[in-house]
């Protein structure tokens, strides 16, 4: 159980062009999610927390109109990268928390985004 | 505020000898850790939480983490490595129930080399 998809793995854009990529619990339904970006070999920075049917809690030094979130189900929230530039290119990470018990996070696999 | 540091960008082990990844935190409250692994490209595998209850905890692929308070460490821990154990390892902190989010404060990540 407790299982968290991400969909696409991998996209390739052209510089300009917006991305979406969705994070779905498939098994559970998760009243947040947790939207990560990791560089190379880097920690994860925390992008912004979605609780579902509010809007977005953007971490410090995020651009909330660059990122849109929407966590429009329990179980389905979206990431768009808007007017894509060649420096969004990064791995995203979302994470799922289950109602209630102690919140832990579910991850999903990852997306792979280059901004060519 | 919570932090955690992995003081170690890397550790080297021989296939066998024990493993040993460091990881110390700071929280105003109650911590509630965990440690993930990272395979290149892929999200984050959960391998064993700390909330409550004995110190010792042990986790997915016989690795085990101890709780000390007065340390305020959480280093994970395995008798015996294995190749396939190499990958990049992840401790993070919550501060726990206080935080109604669940959102976790990384470390920077510790890569790990288990040479034949």
């Known amino acids: 159980g407790a299982v968290v998809s991400q969909h696409p793995s991998r996209v390739i854009c052209k510089s300009g062009t917006s991305v979406k990529i969705e994070c779905r619990s498939l098994?559970?339904?998760?009243?947040?999610m947790f939207w990560y970006r990791q560089f190379p070999k880097k920690s994860l920075m925390l992008m912004a927390t979605?609780?579902?049917?509010?809007?977005?809690?953007?971490e410090q030094g995020v651009e909330k109109d660059k990122f849109l979130i929407n966590h429009a189900s329990l179980t389905l929230s979206t990431l768009t990268v808007t007017s894509a530039h060649p420096e969004d290119s990064s791995f995203y990470i979302c994470s799922a928390s289950l109602s209630g018990g102690d919140n832990e996070q579910f991850f999903g696999p990852g997306t792979r985004l280059t901004v060519l | 505020a919570q932090s955690v540091a992995q003081p170690e960008d890397q550790v080297n082990v021989a296939e066998g000898n024990p493993l040993t990844v460091k990881c110390t935190y700071s929280?105003?409250?109650?911590?509630?850790l965990f440690w993930y692994v990272q395979y290149p490209n892929r999200g984050l595998q959960f391998l064993l939480k700390?909330?409550?209850?004995?110190?010792l905890v042990k986790g997915s692929y016989g690795f085990e983490a101890e709780f000390n308070k007065s340390q305020t460490s959480f280093h994970l821990k395995k008798p015996s490595a294995l190749v396939s154990d190499s990958a990049l390892y992840f401790c993070?902190?919550?501060?726990?129930?206080?935080?109604?989010?669940?959102?976790?404060?990384f470390g920077a990540g510790t890569q790990v080399v288990v040479t034949p």
């Open positions: 993070a902190v919550r501060d726990g129930p206080t935080d109604s989010w669940g959102k976790l404060q």
């Open positions: 700390y909330i409550t209850g004995d110190n």
């Open positions: 979605s609780n579902e049917g509010s809007k977005a809690t953007y």
């Open positions: 929280v105003s409250g109650n911590p509630y």
């Open positions: 098994d559970f339904q998760a009243t947040t």
